[in-house]
């Protein structure tokens, strides 16, 4: 593949819905740009872009695949995206360098909550965007009905570019409005016919026209005039109106049949932005050894700047880095800055991506995506530059983890193994987490819902032979006291030579604002102050485990008031048991309760959810702390709830709001766990012993 000017390259993020047809639409790009010879498919497995076990073998995509591929004398850098919930990480990277968006909609299906997402999606981050209904050959299509539905949904800025010439089974091509021509499909292939009339032709011409004449006070004057445009008027005026995000054209066809895939390939080069039109043509960073502002002209004038968006971590090639160059251009060889990490590194091989498929290359140019392998301390976010002229930009903000479960070894011999390899994957996928719980033993793994962590669980056996299971993660609940008691503790024994001796009097009271405090209050030196520290040390050592259920206790204050040694036989040893056997007694005495973690949860919800989710947490024995207005007809539900009780909550909320919620947790403090609950506690903690 040859190298191309900024300005022939577009870069090309594919969003939708599960199933709505994304990566046949690039199979369909790659045939139709004589790239493959034969169309891949999801059933048969072979498709560019889903080239990973995991997708192959499930049907559908997990990872963002980059394929670079030429056309006509430019250059189209496509990044196709999962279409599943769990994998929302992958698409936020995937914004991150690219200039605009295809949302891919299946007509037989309409408006799903993956476009929606979506459409949200490319609204926050102000991206220009193309919708593509995909499937019109498919079953009973009602092509006005979805329109309407977009316009309803989305607002008048949606506008159809074409009109389909019939539907379903009897579709056969569409109508070009912009350039008055037909594109009908012959058994084999799309070909130009001429225009053939239809009710909704002048219309639907008209209402674009009107949205050229909105782009400028000229085009405006034309328009009341009743003065025609040009074609070339027409592209440049809904060209600007798309890059405002004022005008969204509405495509049909079937990749199936290759029905509107040239005619897609044509709006992504005239309607959406060059490298150099995207967000500005600046991009911002911070140097690394001032911390001062710094910005970056998307130029290939400009010193040399990339920035890592993606890694793949393969068992036999080794790592591979997927970058956009910013500013400047990238050489084979070339010494360059790892800035984030302030690590020089020489690009010894630079590629072109096609899914999987690598194509060596010399150069790589501003605004295009690329790939370099074996650098092994480049990971996702680094920037890398100039060695002069240092920058850092940005990362990408990928999603909290909403799902935790205790990962576990098959075979005992893979517990080293298993955190190497989770690691590797967290590279590949930073929207992953790993957590090793000193208290409960358990390595916790967390992701965006329980099929992201299973196809973590399938990655591990075939990409590094460890074979694992995920279970419920323990919770780590504590234990307290509620009433105040003094205790005497006395440590005594005497085995022939030198003896031991520690005898303490302790009180012990509840504590609200701390989880301990240790008071010396001795007097008159009985107990020497060379033993104060073991016994506090002693008190720190029987705290781990509460008269209970065997929790740590918390939240509790120890006075030191009396005592008394022997010059001979006390030490540190019998001063720290006597402080072990002063606190059993306390706890079995001072009316010890078992106390849960409560965590603060943010629900984000549309309104018509807002009745069940709140009766839900109810159930849950949630307190809601109140509810705030948000855009797009939201509702953020803020609730204290017990840990235990929103373990699964990820896969609930998905199922209860159609896959529309979201949600993030943080622990916030123990509170006093009901009697019934405590004692089933217990009971569990005593079943285990």
Known sequence: MKNYTTDKIRNVS??????SGKTSLVEALLFAANVTSKMGSIEKGNTISDYDDEEINRGFSINTSVVSLDYQEKIFNILDTPGYFDFSG???????????????????????????????????????????INKMDKGAINYKKILLDLKDKFGKKVAPFCIPLGEGENFEGFINVIEKKCRVFNGECCVDKELVPHEDFEDVRNLLLE?????????????FNGEDFTEEEIKAGLRKGVLNGDVVPVLVGSAANLIGVHTLFDMMFNYMPTPEESRGGIVYGKNPDTQEKVERRVSTDEPFSAFV?????????????LFRVVSGSLTKDMEVLNATQGRKERIANLYFVRGIKQRDTDRVVAGDIAATTKLQDLKTGDTICDKNNPIVFKKVPFPKPCLYMNIIPVKKSDDDKISTAIQKLIEEDPSLTVIRNAETKELLIGGQGKTHLEIVVSKLYNKFQVQATLSTPKIAYRETIRKEVSVQGKHKKQSGGAGQYGDVFIKFEPLYDAEYEFVDNIKGGVVPKQYLPAVEKGL????????????????????????????????????????????????????????????????????????????????????????????????????????????????????????????????IRYDYAPDEVAAKIIAEAKAAE
């Open 540 to 667: 720190h050592e029987a705290a781990k485990k509460g008269f209970l259920a065997g929790y740590p206790v918390i939240n509790f204050k120890a006075t030191l008031y009396d005592g008394s040694y022997h010059p001979v036989d006390s030490n540190e040893l019998s001063f720290k048991q006597a402080a072990i056997l002063a606190f059993r007694k306390a706890v079995e005495q001072a009316s010890s309760v078992i106390l849960e973690p409560i965590v603060k949860m943010e629900i984000v919800v549309p309104e018509e959810y807002t009745g069940d989710i709140m009766g839900d947490m109810n159930k849950r024995r949630g307190k809601i702390l109140g509810m705030d207005p948000m855009d797009y007809s939201e509702q953020k539900i803020t609730v204290e709830v017990p840990h235990k009780e929103v373990l699964g909550y990820a896969t609930d909320l998905k199922s209860m709001t159609q896959g529309r919620g979201r949600f993030e947790f943080e622990f």
């Open 90 to 132: 992958e698409v936020i990277s995937a914004l991150a360098v690219t200039g605009g968006a295809v949302i891919v909609l299946d007509a037989s299906s309409g408006i799903e909550v993956g476009t929606e997402k979506a459409w949200r999606m490319l609204e926050e981050r102000k991206l220009p965007r193309i919708i593509f």
């Open 14 to 19: 594919f969003l939708g819905h599960r199933g």
């Open 211 to 223: 949205a050229v004449a909105e782009t400028s006070e000229e085009a405006m004057e034309k328009f």
């Open 309 to 321: 968006f993606k890694t793949i971590v393969d068992p036999f090639i080794g790592k591979i880095s």
